[in-house]
């Protein structure tokens, strides 16, 4: 029988009795099976049992019999003499042995090769008695250290690999337990913040970093989403938040709070963030851009716009020509004046020049690289002048279909021409002076102010003094508008212009019609000075185009419109659909019909015949093309004649 079946452990009975008052414990059974290494020795340090582990690591048969074993040939040599005497002691004086560092023998290693080396751990060693006996042994112990040593390496090593791969993350990462405390900090995090390791390690994250806007408000630890993570236990994310770096300076981050959980527990939050004060550059680069990029478009519209309604009025516009004292007064008014943001008022008869005065004094002016935008206020429907002037944002008002710059904003910089201003309704003279006055307006349908800087140049044929009497304009606007008032003179009171004048504009309009250049002699210019010019310059224009379109070789013919004594002079045989009636002043209206007769009568005489010789283009002096044109202008087809 083992010796071991008959001890009575005092460890075993004294763990156990903390449980329960008595447990019977099989000691042999324990002592067999225990996956420790255990064995009896007595007090001369001969080992009388020895369990399975222990015997299969000798390389002993695994028997329950009892064995008479060398203690020295358990332990390595250098072992023997302090263990001998410990265990000895523990024999004697029932005190425990625990946790002594040894390596075990290999008996097997011993005989091949002499080797010593064996597991390490460590023994402990425990009193017992024989049951029924007097005598003492001890009971040993061994535990195993080197796998344990080795799994703590190991361990060290994962988390040596882990925390290399957490370093080399290009993101800052943070670990913080369920108190908000800092646990792990990596090198990409104290990178970008400056945060240290020790500088966290333990302490609030959200105290060090996170504390506030980045307008300096106080941002509370409660509000934060990072701690969040840990209470309510979902993944929290933040894309326009700041962290703040150790020199106090914020920067912006994204983040995402992840929460850690252990056996189902809330245990904390990993962070990782990123800064994103690059791509926050970019972007604002980007919005920049945008923003520029709508502008120019904007602009680009805007002026297409202006171009599209300017296109026919610029086109008309040549120098002006004159060189009667009264124009010359004029023109040195306008010089003086152009160089300065005076607001001009143009005061002058119809078609007496000027809105031609109005384009030379923004040429002559500093804005001349700017915008000279016209509003013909004529022109402008009522219920249209607000968005007219200050534009509209669409859905403003029915028929507000896409939203429209004002002539306002399109003159900023520039120059606004105001023609025909005493035409601007009542209700409406209060709004533009205030935004004359303050530079800025708002579009309709818009609370968005726009600031501009324009100068304002406007014209009247009205006695705009009576007007405001008679209460049909604003004293203020009147004033505000006429600090510079420019008086431009009737052609007759500028005989000596309506020479080179009405020679210009039958060189242009030859040119224009493409025919050899026509001259006027000495007598039709002392004819042309001596004409009352109710209409003035345009009068003067449309004298000398009809005149071109009548003649018939190389002498020009002054006609229709001429007063008696020029009409007396007229060459028999001059083509004419009727009588030109006795009148000084022909309307547009009447001249067109005049020469829509005249066109027809020639194509009557040439049977329709438009082109060769004696066709009626050759005979009205013009291209066949441009009869043709004509034709399809007035609307002339030979069906409704035959
Ligand atoms: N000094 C000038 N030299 C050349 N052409 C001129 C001159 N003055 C006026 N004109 C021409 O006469 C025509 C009428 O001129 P403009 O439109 O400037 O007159 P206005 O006074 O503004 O007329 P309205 O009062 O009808 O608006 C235009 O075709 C213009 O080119």
Redesign the pocket.
Known sequence: MPVSKSYESQIFVIRFTKICDFVMVNFDLCFRHSPLFAAIVDETCICCDINTVWREYLGLPATDDAVSYPFEALFNRQNDTALTRQITHVIQNGAAMNGRAVSLCRQESEQSDGATAGLQGMLSAWRVKQAGGMRYYALLVFTETSEYSRAVAKLKQLQKTHELILNAVGEGIYGVDARGNTTFVNEAATQILGWRAEDVIGKSLHDIHHHSYPDGRPYPSSECPIYRAFTDGDIHRGDDEFFWRTDGTPVPVEYTSTPIRENGELKGAVVVYRDITERRKNEQQREAAYLEIKKLKELLERERDYLRDEINITA???????ESQA?MRTLAQIEAVARTSTSVLIL??????????ARAIHANSSRADKPLVKVNCASVPKELFESEFFGHVRGSFTGAHRDRVGRLHLADGGTLFL??VGEIPLDLQGKLLRALQEQEFERVGDDKTIKVDVRIVA?T?RDLKAEVEAGRFRMDLYYRLSIFPVE?PPLRQRID?IGP?AM?FLKNICQEFGREPLKLTRQQLDQLSSYDWPG???EL?NIIERAVILTNGQRLRLDLAMPDHIRRNRPAGQLSAKPVEKTKLLTDADFREQEKMNMIAVLKSTNWRISGADGAAELLGVKPSTLAYRMKIFRINKADYL
């Open positions: 008309n516009f040549g120098e002006i020509i004159g124009l002058g008869e119809s078609g007496v020049g000027k809105e031609m005065i023609d025909e014209a044929n431009v212009d004048l210009q003035n310059i345009r224009k």
